[in-house]
């Protein structure tokens, strides 16, 4: 799955138009050391939340659950396959992000207060 230019384009608008764009991480570096961080059991923060990365799992996990793993392991874009549904799968991704943004600072809160 890769998603093209057009509608990544359209992704990092509704990231924009959320307000979540500084969550977004500078360069494809910084967002390997965020990913790394989750993978090796960190809890998800604020620091470590990348809203593009968020998306682009929920796109992927829409796809699986809309044309099955042959869709979602195509090299298409799986926006262009589901042409006038898109918007509505960036619009259900960036929601998702909001989600968990909200949960990681949630977490923060939590672990703040039990360490006084
Ligand atoms: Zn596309």
Known sequence: MKICEAHLEKVKQAIKSHGLWDFVSEDAEEYLKREKA?????KLSVKNFDPLG???GAIALNAVLWGGFKLALS???PLCEVEDDADHWIEQSVGVAETLLEAAKRYEETDCK???
Do not use: E
């Open 54 to 56: 968020v998306m682009t």
């Open 75 to 77: 090299d298409g874009c």
């Open 38 to 42: 989750l993978i090796k059991g960190g």
């Open 114 to 116: 039990q360490k006084k």
